[in-house]
C-alpha cells in the first residue's frame, strides 16, 4: 500500500475508519509514540469506527480509549485494560458504540465484518449484537 500521509501529519478527518492490527512489537512501537496515541484519541472523539485485534487494544487503552466501554483482549491484557477504564469481557469480539476489539486474529473476520458495516453506517453489525447478546447471557 502507499503511505499517503505520514502520521505527524495525518489528521482524523481524512479517514472513514482506524484499524489497529495486532501484534506485540507493533502495539508497544505505537504505545511509545506520543503522536500515534494522541491521532487516535483524537480519532476516537471524532465517533468514527475503530477495530483493533490482540495486542493493539491495549494502544486504545494507552490512548484512553476504553475508558467507560467493553473490550475483549486475550487473558494476559485484561489488567492493562481494566486499569484503563474498560469493561473486560470474555468475548470473540466486542463492539461498544463503534469502537470494536478482538482478543485474536482467527475472529479477524467478525472484527473486519463489523468495521465495515459501521463505516457503511450501520449502527451495529448482526454478528457483533450476536456477540454482545452472547456475553450478556
Not at 44 to 68: D, R, W
Not at 81 to 94: C, F, Q, R, T
Amino acid at each position: 500500500y502507499l503511505v499517503e500521509d505520514e502520521l505527524p501529519d495525518a489528521k482524523p478527518d481524512s479517514f472513514d475508519a482506524l484499524f489497529l492490527p495486532g501484534g506485540e512489537r507493533n502495539a508497544l512501537k505505537l504505545m511509545e509514540d506520543p503522536g500515534a496515541l494522541a491521532f487516535i484519541g483524537e480519532f476516537a472523539k471524532s465517533g468514527k469506527p475503530i477495530a483493533a485485534v490482540g495486542e493493539s487494544t491495549a494502544v486504545l487503552a494507552a490512548a484512553g480509549v476504553l475508558a467507560g466501554r467493553k473490550a475483549s483482549t486475550d487473558e494476559s491484557l485484561r489488567p492493562h485494560v481494566e486499569k484503563a477504564g474498560a469493561i473486560w469481557v470474555d468475548s470473540p469480539m466486542v463492539d461498544d458504540r463503534g469502537v470494536m476489539t478482538s482478543p485474536r486474529a482467527d475472529n479477524l473476520s467478525s472484527l473486519l465484518d463489523g468495521l465495515i458495516g459501521r463505516t457503511a453506517g450501520e449502527e451495529t453489525s448482526p454478528e457483533s449484537e450476536a456477540q454482545e447478546t452472547k456475553t450478556a447471557a
